[in-house]
């Protein structure tokens, strides 16, 4: 699964906006053949007074860190490839906020560690994830 975690000031999100960036993250992830309840988007409002970097407090920022567990990069270009693209997801979402913070992170995490509903996932490609992605439903296999 990946789980998306963003932390930001108020005033940066909407709720179209959240929305909007929710559906946009979880249609790239079934296009590379993840279900799409595999990914969750969690959305954290932080007090300025509670967002620090570099021990000051930041007014206008942003914080994302992902952890990827249904898939994992084999090498360092396709990390590389994996952090442009998400740079490439959020920029739209954040270049309009003049004078804001905003980075992010990746963590891959065994699989072995994950389960849905009870149920470990199905193993990557297989006829049963296929059928998970087809009915949008963790299911006994």
């Known amino acids: 699964m990946p789980l ?23 249609d790239h992830y079934e296009e590379v053949g993840l279900p799409r309840f595999y990914v969750v988007t969690l959305f954290h409002e932080v007090r300025p007074g509670d967002f620090y970097v570099g021990g000051e407090p930041v007014t206008a920022g942003v914080r994302v860190v992902i952890d990827h567990i249904a898939r994992r990069n084999p090498d360092r270009e396709s990390r590389r490839r994996t952090a442009r693209w998400i740079k490439r997801m959020l920029q739209p979402h954040l270049e309009r906020i003049a004078g804001l ?41």
């Not at 179209?16 to 946009?24: I, V």
């Not at 891959?108 to 994830?129: F, H, V």
């Open 4 to 26: 998306w975690t963003i932390h930001y000031t108020p005033g940066i999100f909407d709720e179209e906006e959240k929305h909007r960036l929710a559906a946009r993250i979880t």
């Open 101 to 141: 913070h905003w980075e992010f992170h990746v963590d891959e995490t065994s699989d072995d560690l994950w389960m849905i509903n009870g149920i470990a996932p199905p193993p990557p490609g297989s006829d049963a994830e296929k059928l998970w992605a087809a009915s949008n439903t963790a299911t006994p296999y």
